[in-house]
């Protein structure tokens, strides 16, 4: 079975620092493999995806998230970080059985 | 509509009644998914539709978890007798294929805040 687990479940930064947020998948076939991002009261919203083809994944808002195969990880990173990237993030794995499972997320707050 | 809509946005009912919730997915996707994300937690599917055809409802938790597509396009999920640990978000998403396709993904809705007192 598939699942996903991200260890951090908060992640406080500075503003304009860089941050790396975890995600380790586990999967005994091909993977797909999101990031998500939702801000208060809001739905989720796609920040990016693997598919196939180049392990590094450029995404919206300048997230981007790297592939290892080997390492089963798909973290999340950005350079520098803004008060508005204050939000909660969702790794996902589609299943091969027509779901997304999600892992239980990491709250990224933003100091100034 | 833009987006996905879901009605209502917050719903408090009593232990023990009926609630229905709404979801107005993407006009003309052919998936849509219902995710239930408990306080602190990340979603957890519930079912999700291809048209009209309920393919996969083996997340639902119980037989009092019920959801309908009977048209292809407007989805509601039903949940009878509700119990104070349904209380949670409900979620519901759509996508014009499956989301994994190369050129897709899935949009969500704000959700379904309940409470069951």
């Known amino acids: 079975a598939q699942s996903v687990t991200q260890l951090d479940s908060q992640v406080p930064v500075f503003e304009e620092a860089p941050v790396e947020l975890r995600c380790n998948y586990s999967?005994?076939?091909?993977?797909?493999l999101f990031w998500y991002v939702q801000y208060p009261n809001q739905g989720l919203q796609l920040l990016l995806k693997?598919?196939?083809?180049?392990?590094l994944v450029k995404g919206i808002n300048g997230f981007e998230a790297e592939f290892n195969k080997s390492q089963t990880s798909f973290h999340l990173r950005k350079p520098s970080v803004h008060i508005s990237d204050t939000a909660e993030y969702f790794c996902a794995v589609y299943s091969s059985a027509s779901k997304i499972i999600f892992g239980s997320g990491t709250r990224l707050s933003i100091r100034p | 509509g833009a987006g996905v809509s879901q009605s209502p946005r917050y719903k408090v009912a009593k232990r023990g009644q009926d609630v229905a919730l709404r979801c107005d997915p993407i006009s003309g996707h052919v998936s849509l998914f219902w995710y239930q994300q408990a306080l602190g937690q990340g979603p957890e599917f519930l079912t999700y539709f291809q048209n009209e055809a309920q393919l996969d409802k083996s997340g639902l938790p119980s037989d009092r978890f019920f959801a309908e597509r009977p048209e292809g396009s407007v989805s509601t999920l039903k949940i009878q007798r509700t119990q104070q640990e349904d209380s949670a978000v409900y979620l519901c998403a759509s996508s014009s294929t499956h989301p994994s396709g190369s050129d897709t993904e899935a949009f969500f809705g704000q959700g379904t805040r309940l409470t069951v007192v």
């Open positions: 999967s005994s076939v091909s993977v797909y």
């Open positions: 693997y598919l196939s083809g180049s392990t």
